[in-house]
Nanobody
Framework: VQLQASGGGLVQAGGSLRLSCAAS????????MGWFRQAPGKEREFVAA????????LYRDSVKGRFIISRDNANNTMYLQMNSLKPEDTAVYYC?????????????????WGQGTLVTVSS
């Protein structure tokens, strides 16, 4: 699976962005798909995941109610709608995919990664 993330940019606090992750090589509908982020000097952290045919979603607590993860199986693309952005959301955002049925919040449980897209939220 090849993943291409896009949609990052500079936005003021309170604004919105939508990230996209276009997949090729495999149909992602049955995969575990996730978004992670990494701020300078920090470890990569889980943001959100959408899992399998049922599309079960998971979010880290700090983005619940602000971010929405979704998937368009017809276009083989995953999205992350980010609303009410805060300066602490600033990071490089990565999309990831896995065929493994294990924890969706752990980066090492994903075998496919996109290249990352930078999100900068100004105060």
């Amino acid at each position: 699976v090849q993943l291409q993330a896009s949609g990052g940019g500079l936005v003021q606090a309170g604004g919105s962005l939508r990230l996209s992750c276009a997949a090729s090589g495999r149909t992602i509908g049955r995969y575990k798909m996730g978004w992670f982020r990494q701020a300078p000097g920090k470890e990569r952290e889980f943001v959100a995941a959408i899992i399998g045919n049922l599309g079960t979603t998971l979010y880290r607590d700090s983005v619940k109610g602000r971010f929405i993860i979704s998937r368009d199986n017809a276009n083989n693309t995953m999205y992350l709608q980010m609303n009410s952005l805060k300066p602490e959301d600033t990071a490089v955002y990565y999309c990831a995919a896995s065929s493994r049925w294990n924890a969706a919040t752990v980066p090492t449980n994903y075998e496919y990664w996109g290249q990352g897209t930078l999100v900068t939220v100004s105060s």
